[in-house]
């Protein structure tokens, strides 16, 4: 049910971007200025975002530490998973961000009847999760070659190895077909493992559908119907120039593509969507474990009232003589 | 009380979810699962709101007229003091990575029990009241209204948490339950919603020291038996000082130790070991807790409790701090200690006295873990130690939650244990070290009226144990936690009964030769050692 209001709402948005796109005086609209303020409110969201966060302290170290301490010096620590230095520390979320560590680790946990519990491998979903943030951004990448010029030597590397496995012309993106299938497996995923389906929310399946309907209204352009790339860049090269054009020639295939990626960049501050910045934040993961070495300061650390030993000696002063234990007072 | 099932009945776990969604999926209380509300007077002692006589399974839980207020700006007030809070309600992705990583989910197959879902449990409260799409959109953009029936949900698996971390340690952002489930129960305790298992040790801590609530006199009693059972087993008799100004180290450890078996065995261990060291050091009646049932209620009640360590290190003029076996004490001490009520500038960086060993790794908080210290003393040769002596168990060893996942400390009991067992077996690697599972009892659910949530919470750890008795002929599980001492017990007794438990120091004790002591016919618990035995059988 959630699933499928997520989809209609994703077709209504293609709706709506095919009628702007047929109505002349709507063109410059979702062509232009919808783009411009989806951009705007994309970076001044996440960083509002990101500021609220970093408004908020740190009040105690905690990470989590997943592999030995630094302790006596013949005991060999983990200096990844368990940090003591800045350095480790850079190399965990290194390896969290671009490799998805965590991820790596998970476990398919089965309970028999009665029986033994079996730890299962469980790497589709880490596999899955990473193809599909990796394509993301290689395709984020290519399309920069619509907004500068002269394409810049990287990106024409990314796009030729990209597109390593020559298919035929035009050059067939081996992402494209990465992102499609990584995609519709996290969506089956969702919808197919009961408990995973349970737990989701409207705000899990209307992404995925988002950026499904980014990807598919692209793959659409690129390899099956005829866009005219020459005004697409015109556009591009307007938008990035401050002095827009829409031209005539551009499909309304396209105007479907950007409205969609206009929709997800309004939608991306203020839904789960930020863990892209908030996972640089996350003190289980960002913190080195050397709290007993260095005393770290929580600024909003405040006196509290405390049973004070004198008070335990009023309390319990003859009953500690008689114990022959040492008091304070007589 | 609520009978408790047998265990082919309770290893039958049922996954089936409900039909309704789980917004709309009232909390049903069942007998077992909770553990009593707190009591009047446990609340008073500390200071805590809403003291009233009140019991869980009540339509009305007395509670103040402007309630919700009270949790609404709880929340907004956490969200301003906890970076880890605000961001953990906002990225979670509801990947579900986390769901069968979770002790009470495995055991129960209750959705709810998911870390995932029960977080979602706050989150949908703080999507509500805290964010623009859950204002506008509200139930659509995941938000729900906070009223009585989530408080009561939000009760129930907040108090069905142990604070583990084991979820935290597969999600892709790091987020981490316990520190969802700290400021929920926190959030509830604004409203006297604790459970009695935790305010009654709480307001002991505060007041007697300790959790138990031993007073002075009775902690000189409890361990004058251990030092009779020490002389019986040892011919040797121990002289421990208490509230010795002076000494060069304080120690400290749970009270647990002091009262029942086989905590009580460990404590004896720690005695032996000090006095064949010739260490000088001294027990406090005043700070006798290294436990913290203070943390599982809210941040200002762990850092009241706390504050005895440091302080009673002042007055004593001690050097350094030696901290003895057990789980969330480690936690607290490791993260929280010098944060809360350092810097303990007025110790010394602590330094074994026996080898000289600096221990930089603790230069700031100026405590060390007995084990650390222990491992320490085997490496420099500094024990006499006798492992044939502890021949007669195959010994595998339980990782604690806390020391694993937020202190690091993996190796240095291994260490410790590999040098003092001949017989010592790894449980299966995806339930030990940082992916060990909880006894099903920590954050003070270790009370009697909830057996059937201990049992099954504590199901994942029992079934790795019973593979290796099995497998292996495993008859002891070892650890470096009170509560597991005592918790584990009633779970070995439950799921694989030819398993007892002991701490690391009991198998310490056992295998070191003391100076002087008589030959030893039997281990600390009485039971005869294997050598003994082999003699006999000779004769």
Known sequence: MKALVSLMAVLLLALIAYAGASVPGLRYLFGVVIPYAAFAVFVVGMVVRVLKWASSPVPFRIPTTTGQQKSLPWIKDSKIESPSTGLGVIVRMALEVLAFRSLFRNLKTQVGDGKQVAYGEAKWLWAAGLAFHWSFLIILVRHMRFFIEQVPAAIQLAEGLDSFLQIGAPLFYMTDAIILASVTYLFIRRVGIPQVKYISLMADYFPLFLILGIAVSGVLMRYFTKTDIVSVKVLAMGLMSFKPTVPETIGSLFFIHLFFLSVLFVYFPFSKLVHMGGVFMSPTRNMANNSRMKRHVNPWNYPVHVHTYDEYENDFRDKMKGAGLPVEKE | ?539
């Open chain 2, 1 to 539: 009380m609520a009978k408790l099932p047998k265990p082919a009945e309770l290893s039958k776990i049922d996954f089936t979810l409900p039909k309704t969604d789980w917004m709309d999926t009232p909390v049903v209380f069942k007998e077992g699962m909770y553990c009593h509300g707190s009591k009047p007077k446990s609340l008073e002692i500390v200071e805590f709101p809403n003291p009233r006589e009140w019991r869980p399974a009540d339509a009305d839980w007395k509670l103040p007229e402007n309630w919700k207020e009270i949790i609404i700006e709880g929340i907004a007030d956490r969200i301003k003091k906890y970076r880890s809070f605000r961001l953990f309600m906002d990225i979670c992705v509801r990947c579900g990575a986390c769901a069968d990583k979770c002790h009470f989910f495995i055991g129960t197959g209750d959705p709810k029990n998911m870390p995932v879902l029960r977080a979602e449990l706050i989150r949908s409260v703080y999507r509500k009241e805290f964010t623009t799409a859950g204002k506008i959109l509200g139930k659509m953009a995941g938000g729900r209204e906070l009223t009585l029936d989530v408080l009561k949900e939000w009760w129930y698996y907040f108090y069905q948490c142990t604070e583990c971390r084991r979820c935290s340690v597969f999600c892709p952002y790091g987020i981490d339950q316990a520190e969802i489930t700290i400021i929920g129960r926190e959030l509830l305790n604004l409203l006297g919603l604790n459970i009695e298992w935790i305010a009654g040790p709480v307001s002991n801590c505060y007041m007697k020291g300790n959790h138990l609530g031993l007073e002075p006199h009775t902690i000189i009693g409890n361990l004058e038996y251990m030092l009779d059972d020490i002389e019986t087993v040892t011919g040797k008799r121990i002289k421990p000082t208490f509230n010795r100004k002076g000494a060069e180290i304080l120690f400290v450890t749970p009270s647990g130790d002091l009262f029942a078996d086989p905590g009580t065995y460990t404590a004896m261990g720690y005695l032996m070991l000090f006095e064949e060291l010739g260490l000088d050091y001294t027990w406090s009646t005043y700070a006798s807790e290294g436990g913290n049932f203070g943390f599982f209620t809210s941040n200002e009640m762990g850092k009241r409790l706390n504050s005895k360590i440091y302080a009673e290190a002042k007055r004593l003029g001690v050097k350094w701090i030696l901290g003895g076996e057990c789980g969330h004490m480690w936690r607290v001490l490791s993260q929280y200690m010098d944060t809360w009520n350092g810097p303990a500038d007025f110790l010394e960086v602590p330094k074994s006295p026996i080898t000289g060993t600096v221990f930089e790794n603790a230069k700031s908080m100026k405590m060390v873990h007995v084990a650390e210290f222990t491992a320490d003393l085997i490496k420099n040769n500094k024990l006499k130690l006798d492992p044939k002596r502890n021949d007669h168990l195959k010994v595998t060893w339980h990782d604690s939650c806390n020391v694993a996942r937020g202190m690091g400390m993996l190796e240095e009991p291994r260490y410790v244990l590999r040098n003092v067992v001949n017989n010592f077996v790894e449980m299966p690697e995806d339930t030990i070290r940082e992916k060990t599972f909880c006894c099903g009892s920590g954050t003070g659910l270790n009370a009697s009226e909830n057996m059937e949530l201990r049992m099954k919470g504590g199901y994942p750890r029992a079934n790795a144990v019973k593979f290796v008795a099995e497998h292996h002929g495993v008859n002891m599980l070892a650890n470096v936690c009170a509560i597991d001492r005592a918790s584990l017990k009633a779970l070995m007794e439950y799921w694989v009964p030819s398993v007892g438990v002991c701490g690391l120091h009991e198998l310490v004790a056992n295998a070191l030769i003391m100076t002087g002591e008589k030959e030893r016919t039997t281990d600390l618990r009485g039971e005869p050692l294997p050598s003994a035995e082999a003699k006999e059988e000779k004769a």
